[in-house]
Nanobody
Framework: QLQLVESGGGLVQPGGSLRLSCAAS????????IGWFRQAPGKEREGVSC????????SYADSVKGRFTISRDNAKNTVYLQMNSLKPEDTAVYYC????????????????????WGQGTQVTVSS
């Protein structure tokens, strides 16, 4: 079974940057579309970004557009989420998820689409 491990979270000041990584073990990520989600205390899980299996298509939530960038490095079997200009409202546990897509060129930010999930990494934006 595909196993995902997130890393790169931590405490950062407003305006700072972090890069989250989503690495896979046992199986290659080449065959999967990947999504990044976050959940803050007392709030529903939110789809932040996704990248298609091919890497050609990406999508972002309006709240992070222009600040976050998703990318994939199949040689390293890793998907990244570069987060710049971080705000206190970005504070949450961030999860990556994978699904085996019907299309190489489409991804989704809806959680129910995804079959495999990581354990999450905490991101805290505070001064």
């Amino acid at each position: 079974q595909l196993q995902l491990v997130e890393s790169g979270g931590g405490l950062v000041q407003p305006g700072g940057s972090l890069r989250l990584s989503c690495a896979a073990s046992r199986f290659t990520l080449d065959y999967y579309a990947i999504g990044w989600f976050r959940q803050a205390p007392g709030k529903e899980r939110e789809g932040v970004s996704c990248i298609s299996k091919s890497g050609d298509s990406t999508s972002y939530a309006d709240s992070v557009k222009g600040r976050f960038t998703i990318s994939r490095d199949n040689a390293k079997n890793t998907v990244y989420l570069q987060m710049n200009s971080l705000k206190p409202e970005d504070t949450a546990v961030y999860y990556c998820a994978a699904n085996y897509p019907l299309s190489d060129y489409v991804c989704h930010k809806q959680a129910h689409v995804y079959d495999y999930w990581g354990q999450g990494t905490q991101v805290t934006v505070s001064s």
